[in-house]
C-alpha cells in the first residue's frame, strides 16, 4: 500500500466517524431506540470512541484500497461506487441480524442500510476527490 491510501484512509475514516456520529449519534439516535430491542447489559454507558474511530479508520482502508484497486478517481464515481459498497455490506450484516437475533426490525433494517448508503456515498465522494488530485 502506497502513501495514497493510507492517507486517504486516515481522511475517510475521520470523515467517517464524524458523519456516523452526527447520522447515527444524532440524527437518527431516537429512531433505532424506538426501533431495537433493548435488555440490560446490551449498550455501555458511554461507547469507547477510541474503537470507534478506530473501526472507522478500518472502513476507510477498505475503501481506500478498493478504490486505489479499482481506479476510481472522481468525485462521481466514488460516490456512487461508496454509496454501492456500504449499501451491500451493510444489507449482508442487516440481513444476518434480522436473521438470527431479535435486535432490530425490519424497518430499522431499511432505514440503516439507507442511512449507511448516503454515508458511503459522502465518503466515496470525498475518497473519489482525494484519488483525483494530480489527476489530468
Not at 493510507?6 to 433505532?32: P, Q, R, S, T
Not at 477498505?62 to 462521481?76: D, E, G, T
Amino acid at each position: 500500500m502506497n502513501s495514497k491510501v493510507l492517507l486517504g484512509a486516515l481522511i475517510a475514516g475521520v470523515a467517517a466517524f464524524l458523519l456516523g456520529w452526527l447520522i447515527f449519534g444524532i440524527l437518527l439516535m431516537d429512531f433505532y431506540l424506538a426501533n431495537s430491542t433493548e435488555y440490560p447489559g446490551l449498550m455501555k454507558d458511554s461507547p469507547n470512541f477510541v474503537l470507534i474511530f478506530v473501526a472507522n479508520v478500518a472502513w476507510g482502508l477498505m475503501l481506500s484500497y478498493v478504490f486505489n484497486l479499482a481506479n476510481i478517481r472522481s468525485v462521481r464515481n466514488g460516490a456512487i461506487s461508496g454509496a454501492i459498497i456500504f449499501l451491500l455490506t451493510s444489507l449482508g450484516i442487516d440481513l444476518l441480524y434480522l436473521a438470527q437475533m431479535n435486535l432490530m426490525n425490519t424497518t430499522a433494517i431499511v432505514v440503516d442500510v439507507i442511512a449507511n448508503a448516503f454515508l458511503g456515498l459522502i465518503i466515496g465522494a470525498i475518497l473519489g476527490w482525494w484519488f483525483s488530485r494530480g489527476v489530468k
